[in-house]
């Protein structure tokens, strides 16, 4: 059993593993800030799911400020994945944001753990380092072309656990997730987006023809190759985390038009700035070194996140409380 820290442990994935490393037995230490990318209230929720527990310690705090040396004293893993998420909202004034979280938080927290002794240093990188990338499936030497601005600062935060690593033997791993989805998923992403249309009998909007693909990464899958990854994961190596189920965004319509019974309503707009145009793991090094194994088929998966909104809506029935995003997006 190992003392943990989860950054951005109020978020989307980092709840659930904050959660699941509970379970295991870890003593577990989150931080998040609550950055208002999206309703901070949702992940208040989040934190309050996890409840309380003798070995839970939850701090409020942005990482750009926060005393790292001292925190990370007796910590033997850290998970990073607090970060400014958001491939298409990256671009213009919004950038600072992403550049504080995603760059100088992660150097000040790789500065800090030089001189701690830890096991593992688990970052979250992200799938959209590759961009429009050169063959698919993908895999982790493929060059790196990423076409967003949050993509880039991933870039730049692979390349700084590698200095790191190199110079001072820091045992980094970076896990590159790709369209994570299922409960809590982030108001601002697709499923989402589009369950909460369906089951609110509002109007749909989809990005381009529909016919982008991504593969889609079931959020307890991601969370079994992360924890996998802090005690499998080769020191210095970027590991995909892809579910496997590559799928274009027409056919996600017809399998949520099936799984709500409800007849959608769609409008097409002009593909976004930023967005790849398809995105596929090739997960042979996470299989071999990390037994990652995606669990569910994507179906599977969104059945639980639809049942997850279904319950969300009966509890909480005003819009703004289900999932206010604070995101502008071009349409
Ligand atoms: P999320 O926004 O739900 O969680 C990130 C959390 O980090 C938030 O709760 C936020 O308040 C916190 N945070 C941000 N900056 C902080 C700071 N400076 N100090 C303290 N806390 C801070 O996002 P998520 O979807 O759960 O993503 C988690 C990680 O995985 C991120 O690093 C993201 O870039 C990466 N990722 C996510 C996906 C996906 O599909 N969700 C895919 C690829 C990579
Ligand atoms: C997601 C996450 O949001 C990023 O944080 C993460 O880094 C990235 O995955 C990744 O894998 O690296 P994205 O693939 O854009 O980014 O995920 P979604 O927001 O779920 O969008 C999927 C597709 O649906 C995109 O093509 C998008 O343009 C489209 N979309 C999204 C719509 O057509 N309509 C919407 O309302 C929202």
Redesign the pocket.
């Known amino acids: 059993m190992a003392n943990v820290l989860v950054t951005g442990a109020a978020g989307f994935i980092g709840s659930q593993l904050a959660e699941r490393c509970l379970e295991q037995g870890h003593t577990v230490l989150g931080i998040d800030s609550f950055t208002p990318y999206y309703d901070p209230m949702l992940k208040r929720a989040n934190v309050a799911q996890i409840g309380a527990h003798p070995s839970w310690t939850f701090l409020e705090g942005d990482l750009v400020d926060l005393d790292l040396v001292s925190l990370l004293d007796g910590i033997e893993v850290v998970f990073h994945l607090a ?1 400014q ?4 909202a990256s671009w213009g004034q919004t950038f600072d944001a992403y550049v504080d979280s995603n760059v100088t938080a992660l150097q000040r927290l790789l500065e800090a753990s030089v001189a701690a002794s830890l096991e593992r240093f688990v970052f979250a ?5 590759y961009g429009d990338a050169e063959c698919l499936p993908t895999s982790e030497d493929a060059h790196l072309r990423p076409v967003s601005p ?2 880039a600062t ?1 870039v730049l935060g692979e390349n700084l656990c590698r200095l790191y690593h190199l110079s001072y033997g820091l045992p980094t791993v970076a896990l ?6 299922g409960p809590r ?2 108001p ?7 369950i909460r ?1 369906a089951l609110e009998h509002e109007e ?5 023809d ?1 016919a ?1 693909t ?4 079931f959020v307890s899958d991601a969370v079994d190759g992360t924890i996998a990854a802090a005690w499998n994961g080769v020191p210095g190596a970027v590991y995909n985390l892809g579910g496997g189920s590559r799928t274009s ?1 027409n056919e ?1 319509l017809d399998i949520i038009a099936e799984l709500t019974g409800e007849e959608l309503t769609v409008r097409r707009t002009a ?2 700035t930023g ?2 145009r398809d ?1 596929a793991a090739d997960t042979s090094d996470a299989r071999a070194h990390l037994g990652f194994a995606p669990s569910r088929s994507l179906h599977e998966g969104l059945a639980e996140q639809v049942r997850w909104h279904r319950k969300a809506l009966r509890s909480v029935p005003t819009r703004s409380r289900q999932g206010r995003q604070l995101v502008r ?1 071009t349409a």
């Open positions: 970060a998420p958001g491939v298409r990188s992200s799938s959209s380092v949050y993509g991933k590159r997730y790709f369209t994570v989805y998923q982030r601002d992403m697709a499923f989402n987006r589009l249309a749909i909007v989809i990005y381009g529909g982008q991504r593969d889609f990464t965004m996600v593909r976004q967005d790849a995105t997006e």
